[in-house]
């Protein structure tokens, strides 16, 4: 299959006697489409805001991979990863394609992927008009040597209105998610959250691209004046964007990488960036990025004005908005950059337990990215009463196909083949848990980022921590010796030992999961 497909091309995935076919359509046409079909509002500065209904997240219960003789050994299945059967995905795909019998599509060819040797064409196919504007302000521009390319590609078939019926479709709900790797073929019904293309795609490279040897990961990256690539991994709400936004480093990307040969290159050409309580003091960037082309999700708009409130959460926390790369300043446009001189981990506890900074071992650094821990706050959710800890493997499990421990081994030979140095560094609190402690601050943060990445850190005088094994420098530029050593920040010196262990003893248990790698790290984690 090539990149621009034909209308018989469509015909061959059922979609016959459809209406209008929009193809490539531009931003502002977009746009145009998107308002005469009241699928949104333009906002004041420009920016389209749609809402999303029900959906205003991801729904990982109702996302599907085809099971069939090359999927079913290789991909981890469980929460996160639910079997279908082809036939039953051959019954959804001729029921999704009845729907769209006389109605109009929106067909965008993109890509994914900024390596040349990696890069994977893309299609997308959309009910929607502003879907198909999210989608080329998120993914890589079709170039004419893309339009030529012979590279397999993939297809995504979004259509929201249409939706599933469980009794018939064998699905969860009205909504799902469907990856067909041999059709080489996504899916998408019952949900508006434009967020389940991009992450759609993330979870196909994150199953094609270990078996050319690239590693994909969930986590931001930038590069210095002299070349020095570092990478950030953290779940949501560790500050992944906010530390690798840094006026003195070029941004590679914000949110999807791969490491191969070549070194690290985004996935992507766009960001999607959260906007609840954005702030144009403290984020301007993405203030600014908000504008004409820009995509809003779930952000609510004044009636008379159209003037966003960053505030109101009365639909979601989870307001978006999706914009090119190129709406910012300080980026590297050919979303390249060589190998990592550092890779951060990064981690908000509200234990209070985890050094501010840490350095970790190759095995140490396996450890903790197959764990990929941070933690809920009290009082963020009813009845979260204390901190609870979250665990991702890779800090992106609901995106992976295949078994943690194959990224864990590809980050490994990485690491050793490039010597790249790693750090643990606690976004979360210190002087005591959530509530009693306070949350470190975001300035001596930076400072240990900086020092982590020119390797400054590395000078410094370390000691063994006698719970958890890393090591944890006693001096770092810009940074008051006191903050470094958790313990110490404490006034009730048995209440921090009582939290390390009990934080882990829950590293310990989430470990128990990982049975091929557990014995090769059992000396990684927390003793």
């Not at 966003?308 to 959460?313: E, G, K, L, Q």
């Not at 980050?411 to 005591?432: A, F, P, S």
Request: aromatic share 10%; net charge negative; charged share 20%.
């Amino acid at each position: 299959m090539t990149m621009m497909m034909s209308r018989k091309a469509l015909e061959e995935y059922g979609l016959v006697n459809l209406g209008t076919i929009n193809w490539n359509l531009s931003p502002a046409v977009l746009i145009e489409h998107a308002l005469e079909r009241q699928e949104g509002k333009l906002a004041s500065n420009g920016a389209l805001s749609a809402t999303t209904g029900a959906h205003t997240g991801r729904s990982p219960k109702d996302k599907f991979i085809v099971s069939n003789e090359d999927s079913m050994a290789r991909i981890w299945w469980g929460e996160n990863n639910h079997p279908m059967t082809p036939e039953t995905f051959e019954i959804i795909r001729r029921s999704l394609a009845d729907y769209l019998q006389g109605r109009d599509v929106y067909v965008l060819d993109a890509a994914a992927g900024a390596d040349p040797d990696y890069r994977m064409p893309i299609q997308v196919i959309t009910e929607l008009a502003w879907h198909n504007l999210f989608a080329r302000q998120l993914f890589l521009r079709a170039t004419e040597i893309d339009q030529a390319s012979e590279q397999p590609g993939f297809t995504i078939l979004c259509v929201p209105h249409f939706r599933t019926n469980p009794r018939i479709h064998g699905t969860r709900s009205d909504a799902a998610i469907i990856i067909d790797f041999k059709e080489r073929l996504v899916l998408i019904a019952g949900t508006e959250y434009a967020g389940e293309m991009k992450k759609s795609i993330f979870t196909v490279l994150n199953f094609i691209l270990p078996a050319k040897g690239v590693l994909p990961m969930h986590c931001s990256a930038n590069i210095g004046t002299d070349g020095d690539v570092a990478l950030f991994f953290g779940l949501s709400g560790t500050g992944k964007t906010s530390l690798s936004a840094d006026s003195s480093r070029r941004l590679i990307g914000d949110d999807e990488h791969g490491w191969g040969e070549n070194g690290v290159f985004n996935f992507e050409g766009g960001c999607y960036a959260k906007c609840i309580n954005l702030s144009e003091k403290y984020e301007p960037q993405i203030w600014n990025a908000a504008r004409f082309g820009s995509v809003y999700e779930n952000v609510i708009l004044d009636d008379k004005t159209r003037v966003p409130d960053y505030a109101d959460s009365s639909l979601t926390e989870n307001t978006r908005v999706a914009y090119p790369i190129d709406y910012i300043d300080n980026v590297v446009m050919s979303g390249m950059g060589g190998h990592p001189n550092a890779v951060i981990f990064l981690s908000a506890d509200s234990f209070g337990v985890l050094p501010p900074i840490s350095r970790l071992t190759t095995e140490q650094a396996m450890y903790y990215f197959l764990s990929g821990y941070t933690s809920k706050l009290a009082g963020t959710e009813s009845g979260v009463t204390t901190p609870q800890a979250t665990f991702s493997s890779c800090f992106g499990a609901a995106f992976l196909p295949r078994r943690p421990g194959e990224y864990a081994n590809l980050l490994r030979e990485r690491i050793e083949k490039h010597q790249v140095r790693c750090y643990l560094i606690n976004t979360g609190w210190t002087g005591g848990p959530y509530g009693t402690g306070s949350r470190i601050n975001i300035n001596y943060t930076r400072a240990m980022v900086r020092a982590a990445i020119s390797g400054d850190i590395d000078k410094a005088e370390m000691v063994a921590d006698p719970i958890f094994g890393f090591q944890v420098p006693t001096s770092c530029p810009d940074v008051p010796d006191s903050v470094l050593s958790p313990r110490s920040t404490w006034d009730d010196k048995e209440a921090y030992d009582q939290q390390a262990h009990k934080l882990a003893n829950l590293f310990k248990e989430n470990f128990e999961q990982f049975d091929i790698v557990k014995d090769a790290l059992k000396h990684a984690g927390p003793r």
